[in-house]
């Protein structure tokens, strides 16, 4: 198998011009498998040929390691801890310092939910102060698809069930058998196409700078190789500002431990700070 799975690698990248080699490799071969039952392929090898002479299984395979998944308020204790202690940290922070705004990047944000739910919290906490501090919040994903779901702001009965009665009636619209997320919060977030992996980039360039105090980056690292995630840990810690906050899911607490450049900021949550920064 290792030898069919190099071929695939080898024949994405020349043929087609992807590379597909950062993936963690068994998630790659069971990507694969599935591509190979629906292909009607019985070996990696065989597959490895079909696909150097069909571009739309390219497409489809490429697109098969893209998992968009996303909810609103996912994490009870990792929201209640941006909505309890972190905002309005980074808000007084703002505040004090006359620093501006609050700077906030969402990775691998698929269909929106948790770009839009940071983007709630986020209007609750500085909608109290009499000193408004602005808040910009950039998502990004590398589907088109997602993206412009995201960018709609549409959503099912079932897609908003965590989000509480009160959130619903204030932040949404009812059309039909939708929610639609109010304008007021979509104007919150810029939702972008983005690659975590660009060489030729340290952040969003939508974002221009990077400097952001708050990136969540949930449920993206576990999907890479060891020395991948390492790539993508050190480019958000050095778009992080210096007092920044990292957000990773609950599967990737040890690869960021492991990683080195970050410390805890809320044992045991999944939340941590850079411990240095680098160039």
Known sequence: ???????????????????????????????????????????FSAYGAYLSENRAEAEVLSDSLNISYSEFFRNPLTFALIEQLILPDLVGEKSRNNRGEIRILVAGCAGGQEAYSIAILAEEATAVREDPVLCRIFAVDLSKTELARAQAGSYSTEDVGNVCLRRLNACFSRRKN???????????????????????????????????????????????????????????RRGLSPG????????????????????????????????????
């Open 178 to 236: 939708s929610f639609i997320v109010a304008p007021r919060i979509r104007k919150r977030v810029i939702f972008s196409l983005y690659d975590l992996l660009d060489k030729h980039t340290t952040s969003p360039p939508d974002s221009i700078f990077g400097d952001f105090d708050l990136v969540l980056c949930c449920n993206v690292l576990l999907y890479y190789r060891s020395e991948t995630q390492r790539l993508i840990l050190d480019k958000i």
């Open 244 to 279: 920044g906050y990292l957000v990773v899911g609950w599967t990737e607490h040890q690869i960021v431990k492991s990683a080195g450049g970050f410390r805890s900021a809320f044992p045991p949550a999944t939340v941590f700070r850079p411990t240095h920064k680098g160039g």
């Open 1 to 43: 198998m290792k030898r069919g799975l190099n071929r695939i690698i080898r024949v994405m990248d020349q043929a087609y011009g992807r590379d597909i080699s950062p993936y963690d490799e068994t998630f790659l071969a069971k990507s694969i498998d599935r591509r190979l039952a629906a292909a009607g392929v019985k070996t």
